[in-house]
């Protein structure tokens, strides 16, 4: 079993940024897929960016040219950069982790809050 942990979340005003970080308890990124995914209140998840574990990088229309998924294997550790935050951003960020072999591996995180916010 793999636990994540996200955190970095917070309140920051609209304009402002938060990078958020994705903790795994084992060493996955180099073979896991991993998004960050988002729930406002009333809506369904979303996704908002994902890396392969090649690097190859994703991202929703919504956040391109905003938010950067990076990660560091070393720290078995997976970022998201956010900046010119709106408040349409305000949402439970998740981190997912997955990988399909003979059996299909999915983690989630708990979830960190961000509110964008005068």
């Known amino acids: 079993q793999v636990q994540l942990v996200e955190s970095g979340g917070g309140l920051v005003q609209p304009g402002g940024s938060l990078r958020l970080s994705c903790a795994a308890s084992?060493?996955?990124?180099?073979?896991?897929?991993t998004g960050w995914y988002r729930q406002a209140p009333g809506k369904q998840r979303e996704v908002v960016a994902a890396i392969t574990s090649g690097g190859s990088t994703n991202y929703a229309d919504s956040v391109k040219g905003r938010f950067t998924i990076s990660r560091d294997n070393a720290k078995n550790t997976v970022y998201l950069q956010m900046n010119s935050l709106k408040p349409e951003d305000t949402a439970v960020y998740y981190c997912?982790?997955?990988?399909?072999?003979?059996?299909?591996?999915?983690?989630w995180g708990q979830g960190t809050q961000v509110t964008v916010s005068s």
């Open positions: 084992k060493s996955i990124f180099r073979i896991f897929a």
């Open positions: 997912n982790a997955n990988f399909i072999a003979t059996k299909v591996y999915d983690y």
